[in-house]
């Protein structure tokens, strides 16, 4: 969705907020807990149990600025307001607050709940109007041309840390691969992809510069929808343009950009995620190495465990009800908790018993707001961890795991760094690759600087400049050179 800021915008941090001058108190009013602060953030699945503890399916919680909403701790709870549209809805201008204009422009919840004419915004009929669309283009993907895609960019990943021995692989690998996919499934050129890279990653992060990020996204998705008017192709771009559903300019926008930014972080995640898994738990390497447990069924594993998304927000009440014991009134926010609701101990209650192949876990959603993307998603992760492995076969953890730390805020978490070693090896260029001249590497101090987080020019992207040839230059034909040098820059800095 669009950043709902104004280009002038100048964020003021919610009350509470350490940026005013003090600490934010685990409670807020009336002894609710708050869903933000250093305490929940520092473990939230700790939070998510204390709230079960104290009062069951569902919890009263806090939002930034202390907005109350209430948080869906239980596993059929869950299912029950995802599954319930005419008494949950999608739409958020049914939320009291916006009503009764107590929300500002700048509050940090707004790019999340602001209200914009999206499938996942819409039910009904306009609902199923825009996620047909949007399902049947990722629907036409096939895993085998997914795959080969994912095998190119993992591929031309490791080729730039191959012979050094060692690598980060959320910064170096996961962070970069669904992107780069994606870019390719919507039918984008080479260049797009590191800059989006940044650009989506400087949006997941809230930063000063996030406006221009957002801004870049969008230019970038309508130059591709101009050149695809000209030159239409079999990519998710055209489809969303031809479909008979009849999508304008915008809302064909509009949904690029959720299905871009949306697949992009959950994804990282996920591969994250998993690679941290089979490098550290005995169960899955074993079993891994041993032939006993697919990949697949360890992706499983994870989304049960650590859901790319921790929840969702959110589902609105149409009416006065009841869910899991208390009484929600019309007008009310709800928290779909999936981290929460996947360690339901109605569902598991054991958390040590393997799940194995079992897919009723709420990381992709249930009901009409079901999760579209989520068998491209799995095939990038499934794939690109595959791949990477049959590349690097002795790939392992380079710390203690204890070392490992995550980062958290209210709808997700993410594991910061991933650091391995493995012995190291030349890498044979994919054959989709433009293959690489034979020549000299560039030497470090030689090394062109990466591009900003965030570009600071909105406008559309310009083919990237050719690379001026030297006797020392890696040589690269003009039209991928732009790729590989923003590539080798982020990886020498």
């Known amino acids: 969705m669009s950043t709902p800021f104004p280009a002038d915008a100048s964020p003021t941090p919610p009350p509470g907020c350490p940026a005013h001058g003090h600490a934010v108190e685990p409670l807020g009013p009336g002894g609710v807990r708050r869903l933000y602060g250093p305490e929940a953030e520092a473990d939230p699945a700790a939070l998510y149990e204390k709230l079960r503890a104290e009062h069951g399916e569902v919890a009263p919680v806090l939002l930034h600025g202390d907005f109350p909403a209430w948080l869906i701790l239980g596993h059929g709870a869950n299912i029950t307001a995802m599954r319930s549209p005419s008494l949950f809805s999608r739409d958020s201008r049914l939320w009291s607050a916006f009503r009764a204009g107590d929300v500002p422009v700048d509050s940090p919840l707004m790019p999340v709940i602001a209200w914009q004419p999206l499938c996942v915004f819409a039910d009904g009929e306009e609902h199923r109007r825009l996620r047909g669309a949007v399902l049947d283009g990722l629907n036409r993907f096939d895993r085998r041309g997914v795959r080969r895609h994912v095998r190119r960019f993992t591929t031309e990943l490791v080729q730039v840390v191959g012979q050094t021995g060692r690598a980060e692989l959320v910064t170096q690998f996961a962070e970069h691969l669904p992107m780069l996919v994606m870019t390719q499934l919507l039918g984008m050129p080479d260049e797009y992809g590191p800059q989006l890279v940044n650009a989506a990653r400087d949006l ?75 490098l550290t738990d005995p169960r899955f390497r074993a079993h891994l190495s041993g032939g006993q447990m697919t990949l697949g069924e360890a992706l499983d594993q994870v989304l049960w465990d650590s859901p790319p998304m921790s929840l969702v927000a959110g589902r609105w009440a149409t009416a006065d009800t009841e869910l899991g014991g208390q009484q929600i009134r019309a007008g009310d926010m709800l928290l779909l908790g999936l981290a929460a609701g996947n360690v339901d101990p109605v569902v598991r209650p054991d958390l040590a018993t ?140």
């Open 204 to 278: 997941m992060k809230g930063t000063e510069t996030a406006v221009a990020s957002n801004e870049y996204v969008v230019a970038s998705l309508r130059r591709t929808m101009a050149a695809k008017r000209d030159d239409p192709g079999g990519d998710l771009v055209t489809w969303l343009m031809e479909h008979p559903a009849g999508l304008t300019d915008d809302e064909v926008m509009e949904h690029l950009r959720v299905v871009l930014l949306a697949a992009n972080e959950t994804t990282v995640n996920l591969i994250a995620d998993t690679l941290k898994m089979v």
């Open 354 to 493: 393997p799940l194995y192949g079992n897919r009723s876990h709420l990381s992709f959603g249930a009901g009409p707001h079901e999760c579209p993307g989520q068998d491209v998603g799995r095939s990038v992760a499934e794939a690109g961890i595959d791949i990477l492995l049959t590349l690097l076969p002795d790939l392992r953890l380079a710390v203690p795991e204890e070392e490992l730390t995550w980062t958290s805020a209210w709808i997700s978490r993410h594991l910061v760094e991933l650091p391995v070693e493995f012995t190291p090896r030349e890498i044979e260029p994919h054959p989709d690759s433009t293959p690489i001249e034979d020549a000299e590497p560039v030497e470090d101090s030689e090394a062109v600087d990466a591009p900003d987080p965030a570009p600071s020019s909105t406008a559309a992207p310009e083919p990237a400049p050719a690379v001026e040839e030297t006797p020392t230059a890696v040589r690269i034909p003009a039209q991928r050179r732009g790729w590989w040098r923003t590539l080798t820059g982020l990886f020498r800095r």
